[in-house]
């Protein structure tokens, strides 16, 4: 039976960076940015991806190529015993409940790209956006075909294949989005008291931090990079090794953060310009920044473009979603691939629709952290993914052989890099598993 693998390393490296480049860094990273002290903010996640993010992303990969499996048999094959099989299908489902939330928002952009287009060609005129998102995530038709229609895509592609599909999509979407960014970010720059929005996004001010504020900048580095959904840990299984994991976990994570700077980049100038510096949240990318684009020459093209590349970015995240439970279910066996594919579409569609009629007639049902979609973002986010990243942490950090380990890093012990290697082992050992564990307290506590 042929293993899947990827083509080439960039392919690995622009899937692996697709996959956390998602939501996480185009829609919460502006508004927690906006909310948490602009620069200052930034400086904080800056600071935390590269001290927390890097390390855990790496200690995925290292799980992943070591195991050579998908994430259910690595642990088990790794670790010896068969219940650590528990640490992969917590990973299965945890990213079934985060497509299932995750697509409505993806639906939500296929919608309004959609209305953009329309708009832009005078079909249908639009002056009331505020009107108009209330009137699309209320809509039970237009939410469960938007849904439908972002799952549809994203399947199709994980039926092509590792290289046809996920490296194939990838290795297109991922270079359109940086160029489709560039673009957005030279015209926002040049509007009107463009430099405002910069200062505030680029110049720390640490005078409105806070310890809320630390926490959601770990938070955001923590989540930014997929870590505990094993997303990384199936990719991490599709490469030889030859690839050197730590050079591709360096560049995954500098890219990450690239697309965030260009994300606020591109936001905070035009939202500056025109002084709605109130609005984030949902309302920042399908309310105010197609207010703000209607007011630019040829601004309804450049938001068509901006959502273009939002879609990109979400797409890619949900590839890596579908795949892992394909990975998971097909256990190497290439021929079964589209059914499982369809059959796990068809799986997150279903589970997905309560949250997305939460918006509409399904609003009224609200318990704990809000509607049906609120929940299940905090169950995911907050609970689910901080508990897999902890198992991961404490895996590699006192399970996994270290012998294994070095191999898959590429390090001996004579080697200048081992002095790095064992200061990694040490976060994974005695510093991460505190800070993950203090997140997920604080997560818990706020919210009760």
């Known amino acids: 039976m042929e293993k899947s693998q990827w083509g080439s390393k960039i392919g690995f490296i622009l899937a692996a960076a697709g996959s956390a480049i998602g939501l996480g860094a185009l829609w919460r990273f502006p508004y927690m940015t906006a909310e948490h002290g602009g620069g200052a903010f930034l400086l904080m996640f800056l600071l935390f991806t590269l001290v927390v993010g890097l390390p855990l992303l790496l200690s995925e990969f290292v799980i992943g190529r070591a195991g050579g499996r998908n994430p259910i048999e690595s642990f088990e094959y790794l670790g010896g015993k068969r219940w650590f099989r528990l640490f992969g299908w917590s990973g299965n489902i945890a990213v079934i409940l985060l497509l299932s939330f995750y697509s409505v928002i993806g639906g939500w952009i296929l919608l309004y790209l959609f209305v953009a287009f329309i708009n832009t060609i005078g079909i249908l005129p639009i002056s009331d956006y505020e009107g108009m998102f209330g009137q699309i995530v209320t809509n039970p038709l237009y939410v469960i075909l938007g849904q439908g229609a972002f799952l549809l895509l994203t399947v199709f592609i994980v039926a092509q294949g590792v290289q046809k599909g996920l490296e194939r999509a990838s290795k297109i979407m991922m270079p359109l989005l940086f160029i489709l960014f560039l673009i957005i970010i030279i015209r926002s720059l040049t509007l009107p008291n463009a430099m405002e929005g910069v200062s505030f996004f680029l110049t720390p001010s640490f005078e409105n931090i806070d310890s ?237």
């Open 212 to 448: 809320q504020a630390v926490l959601y900048a770990l938070g955001q580095s923590f989540f930014a990079l997929s870590i505990g959904a094993t997303t990384m840990i199936t990719y991490a299984s599709y490469l030889d090794n030859t690839h050197n994991l730590t050079k591709s976990a360096l560049y995954i994570v500098l890219m990450n953060i690239t697309i965030s700077v260009m994300a606020g980049l591109a936001i905070f100038p035009a939202i500056a310009s025109f002084e709605m510096e109130n609005v984030f949240g949902p309302g920042l990318i399908f309310i105010v920044l197609p207010q703000v684009f209607s007011e630019i020459a040829l601004g309804n093209v450049f938001y068509i473009l901006f959502l273009i590349a939002f879609l990109f970015a979400t797409l890619t995240s949900a590839i890596s979603m579908i795949e892992i439970n394909v990975a998971n279910a097909i256990k190497g066996n290439e021929n079964k691939r589209k059914i499982m594919a369809y059959i796990f579409g068809l799986i997150v569609f279903i589970v997905g629709v309560p949250s997305a009629l939460s918006e509409g007639v399904l609003n009224d049902l609200q318990f704990f952290a809000g509607t049906i979609f609120d929940n299940v973002d905090f169950l995911v986010s907050n609970m689910i993914l901080p508990l897999n990243a902890l198992i991961s942490s404490i895996f590699v950090g006192y399970i996994l052989e270290h012998s294994v380990i070095k191999s898959q890093v590429g390090v001996l012990n004579n080697s200048a890099m081992y002095p790095l290697f064992k200061a990694w082992i040490f976060l994974l050992k005695f510093i991460l598993p505190v800070i993950i564990v203090l997140v997920f307290v604080m997560n818990i506590m706020n919210f009760f």
